[in-house]
Nanobody
Framework: QVQLVESGGGLVQAGGSLKLSCVGS????????MGWFRQAPGKERQFVAA????????FYADSVKGRFTISRDNSKNTMYLQMSTLKPEDTSVYYC?????????????????WGQGTQVTVSS
């Protein structure tokens, strides 16, 4: 059974930083692309960043480009999201997902599995 477990969320002031982690288990982590999405109350899940199976290619939403960095360590079955210069509009529940593909994907329909989410709150 595939499990994805996020951690690292919390409350931070605007301009601050947080680093999210997502640990995967249940299938070969290094075979699949991964991604981060976020969802605010009453809104659809929104793409944030994606990384290919090997970690050599990444893709970002325009809203986070230059502020967030996605990475992965396949030896640890872990994906990361380093978030810097956080803004109040980044407040959301952040979810990690594991895709059925090897290349970067930015749509929810290409993701087989999701974590439980971790809350990120940015105060102004």
């Amino acid at each position: 059974q595939v499990q994805l477990v996020e951690s690292g969320g919390g409350l931070v002031q605007a301009g601050g930083s947080l680093k999210l982690s997502c640990v995967g288990s249940g299938r070969t982590f290094s075979t699949y692309a991964m991604g981060w999405f976020r969802q605010a109350p009453g809104k659809e899940r929104q793409f944030v960043a994606a990384i290919n199976y090997s970690g050599t290619k990444t893709f970002y939403a325009d809203s986070v480009k230059g502020r967030f960095t996605i990475s992965r360590d396949n030896s640890k079955n872990t994906m990361y999201l380093q978030m810097s210069t956080l803004k109040p509009e980044d407040t959301s529940v952040y979810y990690c997902g594991q895709s059925d593909a090897r290349g970067v994907v930015n749509t929810t329909d290409r993701y087989d599995y999701w974590g439980q989410g971790t809350q990120v709150t940015v105060s102004s």
